[in-house]
């Protein structure tokens, strides 16, 4: 299963701006058409449908975060998990 988890720190932003972040995120994905599996207050977790395109769709999705400069630098965490392997994605690739 192909998920990505990502949350927005919350101790530097208020209320209204990580949701509104949480938003923009919701939109990129949902472009691709990929599924929020959960939402929380500064948290999205998305994940496949179980399609063989979900991997590229993911990725398309990722390229189109990091080109979204208010997001990525607010990012707390963000993790792709491809099946069992997990990795983060602002060290290895979003802030490179």
Not at 1 to 18: C, G, I, P, Q
Request: charged residues 35%.
């Amino acid at each position: 299963m192909y998920k990505v988890e990502l949350s927005f720190d919350t101790n530097l932003l208020d209320v209204t701006h990580a949701e509104s972040l949480c938003m923009q995120t919701d939109e990129i994905f949902e472009k691709e058409d990929l599924s929020c599996a959960d939402r929380q207050p500064g948290k999205r977790i998305y994940q496949d449908k179980g399609r063989k395109q979900d991997y590229g769709r993911f990725w398309a999705a990722i390229f189109a975060l990091k080109d979204m400069r208010g997001i990525v630098e607010n990012l707390k965490e963000c993790f792709w998990y491809n099946g069992a392997e997990k990795e983060n994605l602002i060290t290895e690739f979003l802030r490179n």
